[in-house]
T-cell receptor, first 113, second 110 residues
Framework: DAGVIQSPRHEVTEMGQEVTLRCKPISGHDYLFWYRQTMMRGLELLIYFNNNVPIDDSGMPEDRFSAKMPNASFSTLKIQPSEPRDSAVYFC???????????FGPGTRLTVL | RKEVEQDPGPFNVPEGATVAFNCTYSNSASQSFFWYRQDCRKEPKLLMSVYSSGNEDGRFTAQLNRASQYISLLIRDSKLSDSATYLCVVRASGTYKYIFGTGTRLKVLA
């Protein structure tokens, strides 16, 4: 299995631009999670899906952030408009079981200038 | 108070040493516990789950103390390859939300 796939791996953009991060979970996994990691705050859960349905988005910082999962093999995290404080590494993870191991993708390193 | 707290370190230890990390959690309803390992500029990966009775995997031993609300990770006979950040992870009952600690950085020195 290819594991969780994320794209792009690196993104540099200017403040005010729209940013779209993409994730392909491991085939057959029912849960998909989006995290943000910074030095100051560590790894924070933004939102998670079960069977393509958003279950908990309480970690989404504000209305500038949105996430979708149109099918079992694809999810997006969008930031519009982006701000410098959004600079972080964004990880996508998937799991087969509700309380089981989460498999992380390699992350997208976002820099907003 | 943070939901999951860890000493950030770094813990600098010589090869062959034994090192232990603790992690405290604030939600007494927490049900599942894990240790993840994260190498520099890489994604986190599961090291081991933590069971109520404690569990061991080779040189690694994890323990849970529900009364004091902490979990621990013991690494024996440290190897250079153990150098990484160790993340404590907690999941509360009734939710699939995983809370990660900010990690403890370990450096094993030759």
């Amino acid at each position: 299995d290819a594991g969780v796939i994320q794209s792009p791996r690196h993104e540099v953009t200017e403040m005010g631009q729209e940013v779209t991060l993409r994730c392909k979970p491991i085939s057959g996994h029912d849960y998909l999670f989006w995290y943000r990691q910074t030095m100051m705050r560590g790894l924070e859960l933004l939102i998670y899906f079960n069977n393509n349905v958003p279950i908990d988005d309480s970690g989404m910082p504000e209305d500038r952030f949105s996430a979708k999962m149109p099918n079992a093999s694809f999810s997006t995290l969008k930031i519009q408009p982006s701000e410098p404080r959004d600079s972080a590494v964004y990880f996508c993870a998937s799991s087969l079981l509700s309380g089981g191991e989460q498999f992380f993708g390699p992350g997208t390193r976002l820099t907003v200038l | 108070r943070k939901e999951v707290e860890q000493d950030p370190g770094p813990f600098n230890v010589p090869e062959g040493a034994t090192v232990a990390f603790n992690c405290t959690y604030s939600n007494s309803a927490s049900q599942s516990f894990f240790w993840y390992r994260q190498d520099c500029r890489k994604e986190p990966k599961l090291l081991m789950s933590v069971y109520s009775s404690g569990n061991e995997d080779g040189r690694f031993t994890a323990q849970l103390n529900r009364a004091s609300q902490y979990i621990s990770l013991l690494i024996r006979d440290s190897k250079l390859s153990d150098s990484a950040t160790y993340l404590c992870v907690v999941r509360a009952s009734g939710t699939y939300k995983y809370i990660f600690g900010t990690g403890t950085r370990l450096k094993v020195l030759a």
